[in-house]
């Protein structure tokens, strides 16, 4: 990113469809493709599902999981090399050796989303403060809109985005917080074309990138708690390339429509990722049980029985058997009586079929 002044703004239209004169009654350029249309319409019904499927015991967990998923995607797109062990060694306090600066990226950004529940996608004042947290002893305007020109160049220097200038910031910003809450559109088109539209401007010095992401993320769980634990950011961090080419296709139209339809892909493409996960992971333990059952059973019928004659009756290796009567020791269904040599199993009697 390089500063300019508004002189070199001026010489350079960024795009003859975009003026830049506030007003309250500003609607950002797009066109909502057929593409977009459908791809609603079927993320509202995987949504559905996925609500459906996740059990609520798991929530705590994935969102702990994702969380850290989440930290390392944002980061790593900025250029932080950290992994996601390291992440999580510092969410777990444990000291790491490497750059000052993305150890405090990391914790930026732990305490960022720590605020998540807290933080009202609709209120602009929560954006500064979103920003100040994810920019913390990073740069000195921290949770405030620039004051000076911005612009990111390619690797060549040529020019790729020359922001607004900063003097529109504000009233940029306020107008896209005033349509966001107030439009009719679709919350998932919205939070699309706010995405975009929040790049475009870049109201601050730096870190608009991760708080751009985190926005669209909070926007997308007002659609529905599910985006908690399918945050933007890790979709992103899958298809960078992509997700810039969008970016430059809609600055070339004028309008975010491309950037719309590889967003919605992109949420589309995940739910459908995690719910074919959920039913590889429900085939896999099915196919647990069925094996448990089988272990359990030849213990019901013959309480002395060892792990090698467990096998011999269901087909199963010794060591799978042992693994599975550790299993079933370890949810509480079968208890060892005595030693190896003059015990017996015990049946719970939860589960004691007889």
Same mark, same amino acid.
């Not at 002189?7 to 950002?28: C, G, I, L, V």
């Not at 009233?171 to 475009?200: G, P, Q």
């Not at 002395?304 to 020791?329: C, H, N, P």
């Given at each position: 990113m390089y500063?300019y002044?508004l002189?070199?703004?001026q010489?350079?239209r960024f795009?003859k469809?975009?003026?830049y004169?506030?007003?309250?009654n500003?609607?950002?350029p797009?066109t909502?493709s057929?593409k977009?249309i ?13 609500t459906a499927?996740?059990?609520q015991?798991d929530t ?6 994702n969380?850290i ?5 944002s980061?790593?797109?900025?250029g932080?090399t ?15 050796v490497?750059p000052?600066?993305?150890?405090q990226?990391?914790k ?5 989303y ?5 933080l ?7 954006l ?6 994810l920019m913390?002893?990073? $740069?000195?305007d921290?949770?405030?809109?620039r004051?000076g020109g ?5 690797d060549?220097g &040529?020019?790729?985005?020359l922001?607004?200038?900063a003097s529109?910031v504000p009233?940029?910003m306020?107008n896209?917080f005033?349509?966001?809450k107030t439009?009719?559109?679709?919350l998932l088109?919205?939070s699309? $074309?706010?995405?975009?539209e929040?790049e475009?401007i870049?109201?601050?010095s730096d870190g608009?990138?991760r708080?751009?992401r985190?926005?669209q993320s909070?926007?997308l769980?007002k659609?529905?708690?599910v ?6 950011e890790?979709?992103?961090y899958a298809? &960078? ?11 070339k139209q004028? &309008? ?7 967003m919605?892909?992109e ?8 719910r ?16 448990k059952s089988k $272990?359990?059973a030849?213990i019901v019928?013959?309480?002395?029985i ?7 009756m269901t087909?199963?290796?010794?060591r &799978? ?9 370890h949810?509480?269904?079968?208890k ?5 040599k003059?015990?017996?199993w015990?049946i719970?009697s939860a589960q004691n079929?007889?």
């Amino acid at each position: 990113m390089y500063f300019y002044n508004l002189e070199t703004f001026q010489k350079y239209r960024f795009s003859k469809h975009r003026p830049y004169f506030p007003h309250m009654n500003y609607t950002p350029p797009f066109t909502i493709s057929q593409k977009a249309i459908n791809l609603v319409a079927e993320i509202s019904a995987q949504v559905e599902h996925y609500t459906a499927s996740i059990k609520q015991s798991d929530t705590l967990l994935l969102r702990k999981v994702n969380r850290i998923k989440t930290i390392h995607s944002s980061l790593a797109i900025e250029g932080n090399t950290l992994s996601e062990s390291d992440v999580t060694d510092i969410i777990n306090g444990v000291n790491i050796v490497a750059p000052i600066r993305e150890i405090q990226e990391v914790k930026n950004a732990i305490r960022a989303y720590e605020l998540y529940e807290h933080l009202d996608p609709f209120k602009i004042d929560d954006l500064l403060l979103a920003h100040r947290t994810l920019m913390e002893a990073l $740069v000195d305007d921290a949770g405030h809109f620039r004051q000076g020109g911005v612009g990111v160049f390619g690797d060549k220097g &040529q020019i790729i985005h020359l922001a607004p200038p900063a003097s529109l910031v504000p009233e940029l910003m306020k107008n896209l917080f005033h349509w966001l809450k107030t439009a009719e559109d679709n919350l998932l088109i919205r939070s699309c $074309v706010f995405h975009y539209e929040f790049e475009f401007i870049h109201p601050f010095s730096d870190g608009n990138g991760r708080t751009g992401r985190l926005w669209q993320s909070l926007i997308l769980g007002k659609v529905n708690s599910v985006f908690e634990h399918l945050p933007v950011e890790n979709m992103i961090y899958a298809n &960078q390339q992509s997700y810039y080419e969008a970016i430059a296709e809609s600055t070339k139209q004028g &309008q975010s429509g491309p950037f719309i339809d590889f967003m919605l892909s992109e949420i589309l493409t995940t739910l459908l990722k995690h719910r074919n996960d959920d039913t590889l992971q429900d085939k896999l333990q099915d196919k647990l049980q069925d094996k448990k059952s089988k $272990v359990l059973a030849c213990i019901v019928h013959n309480p002395r029985i060892t792990a090698i004659e467990i096998g011999r009756m269901t087909g199963l290796g010794e060591r &799978q058997v042992r693994y599975y009567l550790s299993a079933l020791k370890h949810e509480g269904s079968i208890k060892r009586i005595g030693g190896n040599k003059a015990g017996h199993w015990e049946i719970t009697s939860a589960q004691n079929p007889l």
